[in-house]
Structures are given as structure tokens and as C-alpha cells.
């Protein structure tokens, strides 16, 4: 992906010399965190994030530090200085674990507890910032810190992603000069597509952490700088986040294609030992489910019952005159984006019907919360919000005649719909 990407933004020429090196260097990154495996390293996911864009833009600073803190993190290609584009170095966080792994003291100045005590001091540098598996996966338990992801670049996730679409918009817009030549298989267009797609996946995995995030540190009490190991994720940068998702993932505009495009993603159909060619479902490209799978994906994400007990919870931690995310807020945000067609009084397009219809199973999931998943607040804000979708689908219905048929019937359907959840509930209570 990373290649194609530089290669139509002319960040590199594409040359075969430049491909060997390329190959070449993403070995090298490969066989030194492999080699920090076998000398006891973890993973370090937060390893990517010491870095600004500005640095990792400048081939100078890279050439000198690399692209990250750490071999041992996973970290996508640098995309931004055309020169060092995988982590062919150790980094800072290794050369200083490898220290306290493996420096021996000579009995002299220090014994080995005080030698230990004193390279261990060092770990509140914020290049040195450190973040495993455990840390790392999990979204809804484990997976608080925003800093801590695995296919992420810069101090900055959102600005990098920004770059990452608006490179993806030109991917596909380069399809036409740069891959449908003469003899070639239409699979190449369709997996540039697909490598296109993928990144808005990543930013929803990613970005999402923003929202109830809580950065967290291992030190302990009495370390330098004597800070509280959580810190909740500043107000602004939440709604930063949200919006992010909101404006490129779950608006009525963040997708949309060239009809002609659609029609020359065809897949591989020749033969391989696995049967994949039989085991196809469908030859043509299913982009409705491909969209809805990163849409909803994305609604859930910001939905989940453990990330509504930490902004709830948060709502508790923020200092006195801090400016304070809410669950009203999240809820309103999402809603208001997401059927704001009602508002415009226009026709609603495919893919927003099926996003449309996925909120309202969610907040109808809350609202019946069947499992005891969802605090009280979760569930009043349901209600509250599917009362207010209810309300002006009801009111758009009444004053405007002037949908298509597939507008007004998803809109009775939405309807119906709600009023069913309101009558389950009555059922369950």
C-alpha cells in the first residue's frame, strides 16, 4: 500500500533500484524485531508515537534517529520524507532495554542494584514511553491509551490518518494512469482499491481510542516528574477525534465511487492449492458490505459499554474548570451526524441507509440491554436518542412527499423499528 501511495504522490520515482531498496530495508526492520524477540524484548507499541510528522518529514532527523523509538513496535511505513521508510536501526527505547537487560556493573562506582536503579530511572522520558501487548489490544478492556497502537505513525494519529485518506482519495484517483495497463489483470485494481480501504479500518481501530482515552504510564510514586500514572485524554481531543471519525467514516459524503471503478474490481480466478477460486461467494465487489463493515465497525467501536463507563468515569477526573467530554455529548454528536439528512430534508443514499439502520439495532441493543451490559445513563440516553430519531422521522414524513422510494420506505421501516424496541422494552420490564 505504502508504495503505491508514495509512488502516485511522487514522494519516490518507483525505479526498480529504489524497489530493491526498498525490499532490502523492510527485512532489515523485520529481522531486527525479531532479533529483539530472542534478547528478551516485548513488544513496545508506543514506540511510534515519540515522533511529530514534522520530524519523520525531515531526512535529516530520520537518517539520525529513525522513524520510531523502538524496532519492537509495528509500525506502518513513514510516508512523509521519501528517503527512510522503515525502522533500520534500534531505537531509543531498545538501546536503552538492551542497557538495563544486559550492562554490567565493574564493582567499582556502582553495585549492580544501584547500576540498575539508575538506568531504570530514566524511564519517565517521554521518548522512552513504553506500551505492550496487555496494554495494546482489546479496545473495550485493556486498550485505553490512544498512544498505544500497532499500525500507527507520529505523536499526531489523527494528522497522520489525514494524510493517509487524502493519499487513498489519490490512489484511487490515480487508477486509471498507474495500474490499468495493457495486459494486465484487473486483481491489480481491485487490491489498489482494497489497499485504500484498509487504511479507514486502521483509523477506526485506532482514532477511536481517542474517545474515553485515558493515557497511562508504569512509573512509579516518587519518580521524576511525579505524575498520576492516568490522565484522561483532553476534552478538545476527544470531540478532535469524533469528529475525525464522524467526518471521514460515518458522513454522507465520506464515500463515494466511480461507477466505472466498480466495475473493473474482478478477482484473481485462477486456481491455487487452497480453492479459493471455489470457495468465492461473489465475483463482483461487494461494496455495500465492505462499506457497512468498516461503518458499523466504527459505530460499535463508539458504542461499547466499557467505553461508555470510562467517559462516564471520566467525567469525575477532569480538574476543576477543565473543559469536560460527556456521554450526552458523544450520543448527540453521533446521532445529530448521522441522520442529518432529516434535517436537510434530502434523499438518503444506500450506504447511509444501512448505517442508519445499524444505529438504531445499537441504541435498541442499549435500550434492552438484555445483559446487563449498559450502566442506567447508557440506557436513558438511548431512549432519549431513539425518541428523537423517532420524532423527526415523524415530522419529515408528514411535511415532505418528495423522497425516492427506497427514502421513504427506509424511513417507515426506522420507525416501525423504534416502535418495536419501545414494546420489547415494555415486554421485558
Known sequence: TAWDLMKISKTINGTKKELEEY????LVDLVLHEVGHTLGLRHNFKASSIYSIEQLSDVNFTNKHGIS???MDYQPINIFDGQNFFQTKPGIYDFWAIEYAYKQSNGSEFSEE????????KSTDPLLRYGTDEDTYGLSTRGIDPHSNAWDLTNDPIAYYDKIFELSQALWDSIPNYFEKKGEKYVKIRNVFERGL??????SRNIAKYVGGIYHSRHHIGDPGDKNPFTVVPAKKQREALTFLIENILSKNAFNFDPDLLNKLAPEREGDFRGKVWRMSRIDYPIHDYIRWIQSGTLYRLHHPR?????RDNELKYLFGEDIFTLSELFQNITNSIWSELNDKENINSFRRDLQKSHIEILSTILLNKRNYFHSDAMAL??????QINGNITSVLMSNNDFNDYTNAHLNESNNRIQSVYKA???LN
Open 425 to 427: 422494552q415494555t415486554v
Open 198 to 203: 484498509r487504511q479507514y479500518h486502521s483509523a
Open 382 to 387: 438511548a431512549r432519549a436518542n431513539l425518541q
Open 307 to 311: 467505553i461508555f463507563s470510562r467517559v
Open 69 to 71: 523509538g523502538s524496532v
Open 114 to 121: 544501584k547500576l540498575l536503579n539508575k538506568i531504570a530511572s
Open 23 to 26: 525490499i532490502h530495508d523492510g
